[in-house]
C-alpha cells in the first residue's frame, strides 16, 4: 500500500483475493450483493470492506461529505483520485467469533442501496405508470364489454372500472411523489459537486 501511494495513488484499497475461507451463504450473498450495487448505479470495489490507506487529499475530500450514514465502501471510490488495489489473502478466524452478524449485514446492506441510490423510489414510479396504464385499457376493454356485447353482468361495469381507474391512479400519484421524494432525498445529502485534486497559481500558469 505505501509503495503504491508513493507512485501517487491517493487511496489503495485492500480487496481479498478470495473467499474460501467464507460459508456458502456468505459468499453467494456477498457477490450478489455487489453485483446488485453496480446493477443499481453504485460505484463499488467487489470483496473490498473497510481496509484501505488514504492520503492527506483524500482524507480532506472525504470530509467534504456530511452526511450521517457514511456508507464508506462507496463514498470512497466518488472521490475519484488515482487509486490503486492491493490483493491479500484472509486467513480464518483462530479465535473467537465475528460479532458481525446476519441483521447488522443486512442493515449494512440497506445502507449501501438507499444511500446511493434511487432506483428503488423511481422504480415505483415506472410501476405505477404501467399499471395506471394497464387500468386503462382494462377500464376500456370492461367498458366496451358493457356496451357492445351481451355478456356483461349486470353491475359488473360499474363496479370494475372505478376500482382499476383508482387503484392506477393512486399508483401514479405515489410514483409521482416516489420521484419528488428521490430528488429531495438526494439533495439533502449535499455532497460535492467536484473536487479539486491541485491548483496552480496564475504566475506558475505563465511559466515557459
Known sequence: MVEQFAHGHEVVFGVRRGRSTDTLFKRNSALFYYGLL????????????????????????????????????????????????????????????????????????????????????????????????LSLGMAGWVLWVKLFTARAVPGWASSVIPIYFLGGIQLLCLGVIGEYLAKGYIETKRRPRYLISETTSKKAARAP
Open 38 to 133: 453496480r446493477s443499481l448505479g453504485v460505484r463499488i470495489i467487489p470483496n473490498h470492506a473497510d481496509y484501505r490507506l488514504m492520503g492527506q487529499k483524500a482524507i480532506a475530500a472525504l470530509k467534504e461529505y456530511t452526511e450521517v450514514n457514511l456508507f464508506l465502501r462507496g463514498i470512497v471510490p466518488l472521490i475519484g483520485f488515482k487509486s490503486g488495489t492491493v490483493y491479500y489473502d484472509r486467513k480464518e478466524r483462530t479465535a473467537g467469533e465475528s460479532k458481525y452478524n446476519l441483521p447488522k449485514m443486512f442493515r449494512l446492506a440497506l445502507d449501501g442501496i438507499t444511500s446511493f441510490s434511487a432506483v428503488p423510489l423511481r422504480s415505483v414510479s415506472v410501476m405505477g405508470m404501467i399499471i395506471f396504464l
